[in-house]
């Protein structure tokens, strides 16, 4: 148990590291795409425990909610971090599914 | 089934009747749409036939090879039909208009019935409807007006039903439906990208087939080879216009873009595409920024209303995925909104590592246009789930009624937010549609010339003035036209000289016969007009030419009226015609030994014009002056008498050259005071805020990294004299950077057209000076010496420094110079000259305080020759590189030539008895005829230099084929070195790869279609 748990946090913490060079080829310009890998490194971890993956969904539905009211009073920079952070963790968590769509082609239960 | 047939048939007619509402909605001021990039296509696709059958586009003068164009083929084929039949551009452009809207909406209803099976039909209808009308299709498909667009859209649908039908069960009959579809959307693929956009839809939605779930191998194998079974035939069935296109068109590109410039475009567009606007498929540059449908979109309402059907395709996404059979579409929706939203968060440097590493990625360098027209077909299947479950759900929780009120309402709601499709208002801005009404006079013009033609069968060329040299133009017509230069399709019967090309060496010529009608010389004029087959000239009073590159017409009108050898001939609303007498005209094909040689290839300038008279202008390319034996000995040992050798720069730059006291100070003060150095490099420092907003990614981390380099070099150098020990660590750090910096073509960075030249090159000149001051107080460091020699050749390599450039420099104070390099072909003494601007007087005493260091020799200044000329001596110069430096300069001539002349003094030709016995135009890519030659002489060719024009010469015993070289700085020469009776051919030889093409891919046609019907009996 604590093994598959410390293997889990390594890949997350590795997983930083392949976001930020996908965020940013692995250059801070404004810390943004440091603190979102960050939070797409712990995406991937809540996203390897089954039971929490849905909030996952709502939290990023959430974050694209906010998108929506920044981009309609013209907060684009707001509107764009918001966005791209809530689609990134929809990615992450949707991903996180593959292996049940390999074995029945959908998912029952979220 | 006749009668579910038959419901689904009424059902499906629904589109038609909305595309037929639209249809009139659109053209009913009764005139046609056009400009931008596309131009008229739909104005003569009879003429557009004609012209694209072959690869080679003679009609739009001197000639370019289109081998894009070939995939337009059967659209122009369908259409001249119609164009026959008597449709008016108007009909033809309105039944094109229709025919795409009909078939995207009935397209996207089946394709939703085909992928969702338990779907009512209302709720396809719904999904035919948002497919017709969602943002991405107002903005990115109608509103931009590409073409090859509108028939993607259209097709995809189609395509995706019939590859899923193929893969999934294996028919090859639906291999062969597919197949055929994508014939009749060949025009989809004039973007090329649009290629590959094709084949990773057709891979997203092939991949979840294997395994969601995962299938056993048989199956797996199964569908595997039926994927590319299926792409075999696709290339088989394209190799057409696949062969031609990728044999011509890398060449094509890497003459218009580079990587830097690509990404810096991927940058800005990926601001655009930012997922609170990818999301939504709106481009906000047209809907915001330009506000082409009106400020009405920037209300708070109005933009909300995008939202309504993202969120609906959020709820049918989470649907789909727990939907058996529909749960690909999130991942293939995921993949591609990643994709289209370009560069931008999250996950965006793929597509800047991918382009800055692989040149051919450029053309996705517009992903939301490129990719992201796969978004209006993703969205729409999950949209129709999201509906579809809402429905349900209201339906329980209410009643039917209610909740298809509901959800018709919500479909309303949406579509309406695409109100300029209804309203026509949506081509052009909203307050002013792109109508275009082409002037009467075009066609009376055109029949006079044809007409014309009937007495005088001597081909030759159209000469359209005022000439731009980009590829649009603006006219002053009813409703105006600001578009896609359009003359060779209003002018039918010879080619049209009328438009630049994109292609340096070609456009730098037009402009120098666009320029010569600047001034009134006949000899000149006539020259140009000879060389470049000009028949008529059409006068364009109707050019809006104020901001433009082109100058008056009524001045050019001046200037044509006066000349001796034009008559004008004919005169129709704005425009004239003039008719060069039949003694003056040249033919296409001639034959010259009255030569001058031109050096280098690039050098397409005005001067070699005006140094010449009747001469024709031949330049070697590389690979000839270059091997064993140079064409030049070769043109030589035939007795051919070259009466002149010019020889241009090969390069040229300007830089101020710092004096050494100048940079010791600076050096000084930096170590004395390190503070200074950020204020020292301030330009640089500030540039990056700039560079940023640009998008300039490239250039700002070009920038970054000099100034890195800087910084690192002054604290090497502070702890090298604080220690009197070197870091050689740090040293080869500062080396490595300095690679970096080099290795991404410093001299052709965007940072120059920033920070300019001269800036960076007075930096690595203090680098240069101090790596030099430190290896001659630290002579036991290799090291400083070793970074020196390397920076120093970086520079002269890079047009930053001189090669004269040392530390001891002759200067006493810094200086602007001005660097000139050359490659001569041959050794031999030449003299130099230096040209002189037409119209500003030339103050002789400021002339002659110039001085010229050729090869680290400094020469004295010869005298003034002409009006146009200044001699500045004459040297030697041996087989190589060499460069002439020039110092205080005189401004006025900063922007001037420097250049080297050889003159043959017995250089009066014989007279010769070479003649073309015949000469018969074939085709565009074909020419064949008969010479006899008695003496080696020059073939010219006038159409455009291409490498794929071949010159066959042979008679019953022998087979020559003859060099070519680059005749008059545009056109093709072949050096006749034979003698004797011959025929001739001459052929574009890369129209033999659409020949080749075209039969294998009837052939794969017709063994798919056989096999088909064999197996359909048995």
Same mark, same amino acid.
């Given at each position: ?110 | ?255 218009? =873009? ?70 690909? *579409? ?38 939301? @246009? ?88 001597? #081909?030759? !060329? ?29 002018? +039918? ?15 730098? +010529? ?53 000349? %001796? ?22 033919? %296409? ?14 050098? $397409?300038?005005?001067?070699?014009? !005006? ?41 040229q730059f300007i830089y101020n050259e710092s004096s050494?006291?100048a940079l010791?100070?600076v ?13 020292w490099l301030s330009p640089l420092?500030?540039t ?11 250039? /700002?981390?070009?920038n970054?990294?000099i ?21 050689? @660590? ?7 950077? #300095? ?7 410093l001299s052709?960075s965007?940072l120059l057209l920033y920070i300019g030249r001269n800036s960076v090159s007075t930096i690595f000149q203090l680098h ?27 520079l002269?390599?890079n047009n930053l420094i001189s090669?004269?450039w ?5 200067f006493?104070?810094t200086q602007e110079v001005k660097v ?10 030449? /003299? ?21 260091? #050729?090869?680290?020799? /400094? ?28 110092t205080?300069y005189?401004k006025?001539?900063i922007? @001037? ?51 794929? *024009? ?22 093709? $020469?072949?050096?006749? =070195? ?20 075209? *039969? ?19």
């Amino acid at each position: 148990m604590i093994k598959k748990l410390l293997l889990r946090i390594f890949l997350s913490v590795l997983s930083i590291f392949v976001f930020w060079y996908l965020e940013s080829g692995l250059m801070i310009k404004n810390g943004d795409e440091l603190i979102k890998s960050i939070i797409f490194g712990a995406t991937l971890f809540i996203a390897t425990l089954a039971q929490y993956r849905k909030y996952l969904f709502l939290f990023s539905f959430f974050l694209l909610g906010f998108m929506i009211t920044f981009y309609l009073f013209w907060q684009m920079t707001w509107a764009d971090r918001l966005g791209s952070l809530g689609f990134g963790i929809l990615v992450i968590t949707t991903s996180s599914y593959i292996l049940r769509l390999l074995k029945n082609g959908f998912v029952e239960k979220l | 089934m006749q009668k579910i047939l038959k419901t689904q048939f009424f059902t499906t007619l629904i589109f038609p009747f909305i595309a037929l509402i639209l249809t009139f909605s659109w053209f009913r001021e009764g005139f046609i749409y056009g400009g931008g990039d596309v131009g008229l296509q739909t104005y003569n696709p009879q003429r557009i036939f004609e012209i694209s059958k072959y690869i080679w586009w003679e009609a739009t003068a001197p000639g370019v090879a289109v081998p894009q164009a070939l995939i337009a083929l059967p659209f122009n084929f369908a259409f001249s039909i119609l164009q026959s039949a008597g449709f008016t551009p108007l009909m033809l452009q309105a039944t094109f208009f229709f025919l795409i809207l009909s078939s995207m909406g009935v397209g996207m209803y089946i394709l939703l019935q085909f992928i969702y099976k338990d779907l009512p039909k209302k709720y396809a209808i719904f999904g035919g409807l948002f497919y017709l009308f969602n943002p991405y299709m107002m903005i990115q498909v109608w509103h931009r007006f590409v073409h090859s667009t509108f028939f993607l859209v259209a097709a995809l649908p189609f395509l995706v039903i019939f590859w899923l039908k193929w893969v999934r069960g294996g028919k090859l009959f639906w291999l062969l439906i597919f197949l055929i579809t994508n014939l009749l959307a060949l025009y989809a693929f004039g973007t090329i990208a649009y290629i590959a956009t094709l084949w990773l839809l057709l891979a997203l939605i092939s991949l979840p087939e294997v395994i969601f779930p995962s299938q056993q191998f048989r199956i797996t194998k199964k569908i595997i080879f039926r994927f590319l079974l299926g792409f075999l035939f696709w290339v088989l069935t394209n190799v057409w216009w696949l062969l031609p296109l990728f044999n011509i068109s890398p060449g094509l590109l890497s003459q218009q =873009h580079t990587n830097e410039e690509t990404i810096t475009s991927l940058i800005n567009i990926s601001r655009q595409a930012i997922l609170p606007y990818s999301l939504q498929m709106i481009n906000p540059f047209y809907l915001f920024y330009q506000q082409d449908f009106g400020a009405g979109y920037l209300n708070i309402v109005i933009r909300l209303i995008p939202w309504l059907f993202v969120s609906i395709v959020f709820v049918g996404f989470i649907r789909a995925i727990k939907t058996k059979d529909l749960s690909q *579409w999130p991942f293939i929706y995921l993949i591609v909104v990643l994709l289209s939203k370009a560069a931008s968060s999250p996950f965006g440097f793929v597509y800047i590592f991918g382009m800055e590493h692989f040149f051919s990625l450029g053309v996705f360098r517009n992903p939301f @246009e490129k990719i992201g027209v796969l978004l209006p077909l993703i969205n729409t299947v999950l949209f129709v789930i999201g509906l579809y479950f809402l429905g349900e759900f209201l339906s329980k929780k209410w009643n039917k009624k209610i909740s298809l009120f509901l959800i018709s309402v919500t479909v309303l709601t949406i579509i309406s937010f695409c109100w300029p499709m209804f309203a026509g208002k949506i081509f052009g801005k909203i307050e002013k549609a792109e109508y275009v009404k082409v002037p009467p006079a075009y066609l009376e013009v055109d029949n006079w010339i044809k007409s014309d033609l009937k007495n005088d069968k001597e #081909i030759g !060329k159209i000469l359209h003035l005022p000439l731009t040299r980009g590829e649009a133009i603006t006219y002053n017509w009813g409703y105006g036209y600001s578009g896609l230069e359009s003359s060779a399709l209003f002018f +039918t019967s010879l080619p049209s000289i009328s438009h630049g090309f994109n292609i340096q060496r070609i456009d730098d +010529t037009l402009t120098a016969f666009y320029l010569s009608f600047n001034k009134l010389d006949d000899d000149k004029i006539l020259r140009f007009l000879q060389d470049f087959n000009v028949k008529y000239i059409v006068l364009h009073k109707d050019v809006k030419w104020q901001d433009s590159d082109v100058f008056d017409p009524a001045q050019t009108e001046e200037v044509l009226n006066k000349l %001796r050898f034009l008559k004008l001939s004919f005169k129709a609303g704005d425009l004239v015609i003039y008719k060069i007498s039949a003694d003056y005209q040249r033919p %296409r094909l001639y034959l010259s030994d009255d030569i001058k040689l031109v050096y280098p290839p690039s050098s $397409a300038s005005l001067w070699p014009w !005006k140094l010449s008279e009747k001469e024709i202008l031949l330049t070697p390319q590389d690979e000839q002056v270059l091997s064993n034996v140079n064409i030049q000995n070769k043109i030589s040992r035939s007795q051919i008498a070259t009466k002149e050798v010019l020889i241009f720069p090969k390069s040229q730059f300007i830089y101020n050259e710092s004096s050494s006291s100048a940079l010791l100070n600076v050096i000084n003060n930096l170590l004395q005071n390190p503070q200074m150095v950020n204020t020292w490099l301030s330009p640089l420092i500030e540039t990056n805020n700039i560079l940023r907003q640009n998008g300039e990614i490239e250039a /700002e981390n070009l920038n970054n990294r000099i100034i890195a380099s800087t910084k690192k070099l002054l604290k090497i150098t502070q702890s090298l004299i604080s220690s009197k020990e070197i870091n050689k @660590e740090e040293l080869k750090n500062y080396k490595k950077g #300095i690679y970096e910096i080099f290795s991404s073509n410093l001299s052709q960075s965007r940072l120059l057209l920033y920070i300019g030249r001269n800036s960076v090159s007075t930096i690595f000149q203090l680098h240069l000076a101090l790596l030099n001051v430190l290896s001659q107080t630290f002579t036991a460091e290799n090291y400083l010496k070793e970074n020196a020699v390397f920076l120093h050749q970086k520079l002269i390599e890079n047009n930053l420094i001189s090669k004269n450039w040392n530390t001891q420099n002759q200067f006493s104070q810094t200086q602007e110079v001005k660097v000139f390099n050359f490659e001569v072909v041959d050794d031999g003494s030449y /003299e130099i000259f230096l040209t002189l601007p037409d119209e500003k007087n030339i103050d002789q005493e400021k002339i002659k305080k110039i001085k010229i260091i #050729i090869d680290s020799k /400094e020469n004295k200044l010869g005298i003034l020759r002409d009006d146009q000329l200044i001699q500045l001596g004459s040297d030697y110069f041996s087989k190589g590189d060499h460069q002439i430096i020039v110092t205080e300069y005189y401004k006025d001539l900063i922007n @001037e030539d420097i250049f080297l002349r050889k003159n043959n003094p017995n250089n009066l030709s014989d007279e010769t008895g070479n003649k073309i016995l015949e000469m018969n135009r074939i085709s565009p890519v074909l020419y064949t005829g008969k010479l006899h030659i008695t003496k080696p002489t020059f073939l010219i060719f006038s159409e455009a230099y291409n490498k794929g *024009w071949q010159l066959n010469v042979f008679n019953k015993d022998k087979n020559f084929i003859f060099e070519q070289l680059l005749a008059n700085l545009y056109a093709n $020469a072949y050096f006749i =070195h034979q003698t004797g009776d011959f025929d001739f051919k001459l052929e574009f030889i890369p129209q033999r790869f659409v020949n080749y093409g075209s *039969w294998i891919a009837l052939i794969s046609y017709l063994s798919l279609i056989i096999y088909v019907i064999r197996r359909g009996k048995k």
